[in-house]
């Protein structure tokens, strides 16, 4: 294959670094001070990479494989999202060499630049000629919707997919076992790079098979053939794969059965509709004159999935060259562009919103392993474009290789290659400045490093809640710290929400009954006067050298104090047996913890009956949970509606209103002051 041969080689450079500096240009105009395209997800895929990196490179980490330490003491938060695992070892190389932000700004230009060189190799296999391919790369690693979604960057490593497919396609056309161990090999890898992409991989290339087959029978009994002569090593490659597979999603698998699946209602917000396929990127050449489609499409961010009129006019002219102009073409282009634009099609159908939330994806969320954790659906842009470029690019190769007339092929490449730019360009890529933010997790790390064995930093108002809890999370893996912050695509049970700062007394009590160690409260607005539990149990302060930042100290376990104030309107003085009374009660948290609706150890609201010697009334119904309306902090107080069943034999009773901690304790057997009601049980109505 002649791939890199001098001018030509300089004509993928050219395109190439159009495309890079098209899509980085904030980050590279601003001598990387800069980074795409905001401080959430951007700074979240970077932390997973330097997660990677410190479990492979520091034998002293604290964090685990899948157990980065945000939001600990949880196990297995890398499943809430994509790892990118499978390039992080382009990180690795750059990492030790470059600094910790321009190590991340390489990779992702870097990974973009090894999309291009794929999708060139392979038209270049397909004898393309050198301007179609580059042409086709350009729009494959740098089109709008790659540009605009350099923000989720666990979208841009896509450069296995090419693979996958050439060698997918190599097997079917003659099947064989390295062909097949290839391809399976590279879908691995690029589910290893990217959930999202491996997951749309192997759904599209699952349709791309299945359509290959229809249109050409004799693959069947190619593959039939095949499979008979080579049953013993095609089992084996296909089990080792399926070990492989299981191994890297058997984590997610696991978290889906305990965090479930997102809605449908959800996904559904995220369907393409048929205006998102003409949804450019803001600031870009078609932006004023079709961003009207962006203003009825519920969260209109995930939908800007246009590559432009040059795709749509290549299209036409592919279909226009399979109907009328088929001689052009040999045999194994004319299938392969008709298997590609059928897949293209199926996509579009399958995954297209009509109306009334109706779509034939809710089929595929309800059937097919692994689509119902699939929210963002709009991605499938990554492998519907795929299949577009391969089919339109063959067949602009062909077409330009009939033209004779040399002035007018030079024209037509001309004006391909700057329309091609044109289209693309995107003038005002979102980014951020580096410096604030570096110096903001200098400072909490600072802090985090003096004795803290766990600790939690309080969110600032004045910035989004996902960027306090990204500078604590930065600042734990730089301190190499755990931290109980966390921003993912998901949330621990019972965590809360990722948006509101904890109060000391969840925060104790989200850490657990066995936490031990200093426990290091870091906050920019003074605790000690605010908050009760910081003002009595803080035994040490620190404030930050070069910031307003201040972390208390607090040593875990704190012994509980079970203290409670229980006011109750009327208990009647007689009450008929195996009946319920009902109570208006308020109860006053007066304790020094949290009392939580949630968990192992929930607290709530019940009563015991004791005989006239004293002795527990053992009953069905007795000691009956009746739950809090929500949590209830040191404090705070809740009005409860009791219902308290009666014993159910006739007698004289006390009847004991208390609080219990599930699997702790009750807390009238720890000397908190609980109501007593001298009742009289009876037969008589």
């Known amino acids: 294959m002649k791939f890199f041969i001098r001018p030509q080689f300089l004509l993928y450079v050219v395109f190439c670094i159009v495309g890079v500096f098209n899509a980085f240009r904030p980050t590279i105009m601003s001598g990387f001070a800069y980074m795409q395209t905001d401080p959430g997800d951007t700074r979240l895929n970077h932390y997973f990479l330097e997660h990677l990196f410190q479990v492979i490179f520091n034998k002293n980490y604290t964090g685990e494989l899948f157990s980065p330490a945000f939001f600990y003491p949880y196990k297995n938060v890398l499943t809430f999202s994509d790892n990118l695992f499978g390039s ?8 030790a060499f470059f600094s910790l932000e321009l190590s991340y700004q390489l990779w992702m230009i870097v990974v973009c630049v090894l999309c291009f060189v794929s999708f060139a190799v392979l038209m270049r296999y397909y004898k393309v000629g050198h301007v179609p391919a580059a042409i086709g790369a350009f729009l494959f690693a740098f089109g709008m919707p790659r540009v605009v979604k350099i923000g989720h960057q666990q979208l841009l490593p896509q450069f296995f997919t090419p ?22 090999l590279l879908i691995y890898f690029q589910v290893l790079a990217g959930i999202y992409l491996g997951w749309f991989l192997m759904f599209s290339l699952a349709i791309f098979t299945a359509i290959t087959c229809l249109l050409d029978k004799s693959v069947w009994q190619r593959l039939t053939i095949y499979f008979k002569q080579n049953y013993k090593p095609a089992i084996l490659i296909t089990a080792i794969w399926l070990l492989l597979m299981l191994g890297l999603l058997g984590p997610y698998i696991k978290a889906k059965g305990i965090l479930g699946s997102p809605s449908y209602t959800q996904v559904d917000s995220m369907l393409p509709r048929l205006s998102s396929w003409f949804l450019p990127a803001p600031d870009s050449l078609w932006w004023s004159l079709l961003s009207e489609n962006s203003k009825h499409l519920p969260m209109a961010h995930e ?17 226009y060259t399979l109907l009328y102009r088929k001689n052009i073409l040999n045999d194994e ?36 392993p692994g689509a119902s954790v699939i929210r963002g659906v709009t991605r499938i842009w990554t492998m519907f474009y795929f299949y577009i470029l391969v089919a339109v ?26 329309g091609c730019v044109l289209e693309q360009i995107v003038t005002n ?93 870091i906050s920019q607005k003074s605790l000690k006067n605010d908050d009760k539990l910081v003002s009595m149990y803080s035994v040490k302060e620190n404030l930050s050298s070069s910031g307003n930042w201040t972390s208390y100290h607090l040593q875990l376990p704190i012994s509980k104090i079970f203290s409670q104030k229980i006011e109750v309107y009327e208990i009647p003085k007689t009450v008929k047996i195996a009946s319920a009374i009902k109570v208006p009660v308020v109860v006053k948290n007066i304790s020094n913890f949290l009392w939580s609706t949630k968990g192992k150890h929930y607290t709530s609201f019940s009563y015991r009956w004791l005989d006239s010697e004293g002795k527990l009334a053992v009953f069905e119904g007795d000691g009956d949970r009746i739950p809090l309306p929500f949590d209830l902090s040191p404090g705070e107080s809740a009005a409860i509606n009791a219902v308290i069943k009666t014993p159910t034999k006739p007698g004289q009773y006390s009847l004991i209103l208390t609080m219990l901690q599930e699997h702790v304790a009750w807390f009238n057997d720890k000397q908190a002051e609980s109501p007593k009601f001298e009742v009289s049980v009876t037969s008589k109505s």
């Open 429 to 521: 890529s979102p980014s951020f400045a580096l410096a604030p933010l570096t110096k903001e997790v200098a400072q909490i790390q600072e802090l985090m490093q003096k004795d803290c064995d766990v600790a939690y930093v309080t969110l600032k108002a004045e910035v989004p809640p996902w960027s306090s809890q990204l500078s604590a999370m930065w600042a734990g893996i730089k301190a190499n710290i755990p931290v109980v912050n966390g921003y993912s695509g998901n949330v621990p049970p019972n965590y809360g929400r990722m948006e509101d700062s904890m109060s000391t007394p969840q925060l104790i009590n989200w850490l657990g009954e066995d936490s031990r160690g200093q426990l290091c409260i």
């Open 393 to 418: 690019i063959l067949c602009l190769d062909s077409i330009l290789r009939t033209m004779l007339n040399q002035r007018l092929r030079m024209t037509a490449v001309s004006l391909l290659c700057i």
């Open 88 to 95: 992080a070892p382009i990180y690795f190389i750059l990492r």
């Open 163 to 184: 693979l996958a497919f050439l060698f997918l396609w190599n097997f079917l056309r003659s099947p064989r076992n390295k062909p097949l161990a290839y391809s399976l």
């Open 303 to 319: 939908h800007h999935i246009f590559l432009g009129f040059l795709t749509i006019l290549l299209t036409v002219l592919s279909i």
């Open 333 to 368: 282009r004319t299938l392969l562009i008709k298997i590609c634009l059928l897949v293209a099609l199926t996509i579009f159908i399958i995954t297209l919103h009509v109306s009334n939330s109706w779509s034939i994806w809710r089929i595929v969320y309800g059937i097919v």
